[in-house]
């Protein structure tokens, strides 16, 4: 059984920085391309950053670049999100997912997402 389950999620000040953590059972971390996706109040999901399973490519929407890092740890099985100055803007819920067909160029990653975790969320406020 696929299992993702998020942590690391909180309440931060603007310009703080989180890491949020995706650990993975039930496949073979590292051949499955992941993405992060977060979810604002009141608004659609939003795709964030994506890395392919090979750890090699990385993609990140505009309103991240420069700020936030994927990484993945394939001996600990674990998917990373790095966030450094954070904004406001950035509270959401954030989820790992595993993401299928993925075509993905420049500030821009589309696909479908086959499993995703329950979810953590990220507050950013004064």
């Known amino acids: 059984e696929v299992q993702l389950v998020e942590s690391g999620g909180g309440l931060v000040q603007p310009g703080g920085s989180l890491r949020l953590s995706c650990a993975a059972s039930?496949?073979?971390?590292?051949?499955?391309?992941m993405s992060w996706v977060r979810q604002a109040p009141g608004k659609g999901l939003e795709w964030v950053s994506f890395?392919?399973?090979?750890?090699?490519?990385?993609y990140y929407a505009d309103s991240v670049k420069g700020r936030f890092t994927i990484s993945g740890d394939n001996a600990n099985n674990t998917l990373h999100l790095q966030m450094n100055n954070l904004r406001t803007e950035d509270t959401a819920v954030y989820y790992c997912a595993t993401q299928r067909s993925p075509y993905c160029s420049g500030s821009y990653c589309a696909g479908w997402y086959e499993y995703w975790g329950q979810g953590t969320q990220v507050t950013v406020s004064s």
């Open positions: 039930g496949f073979v971390f590292g051949t499955y391309d």
């Open positions: 890395i392919n399973g090979g750890g090699v490519n990385t």
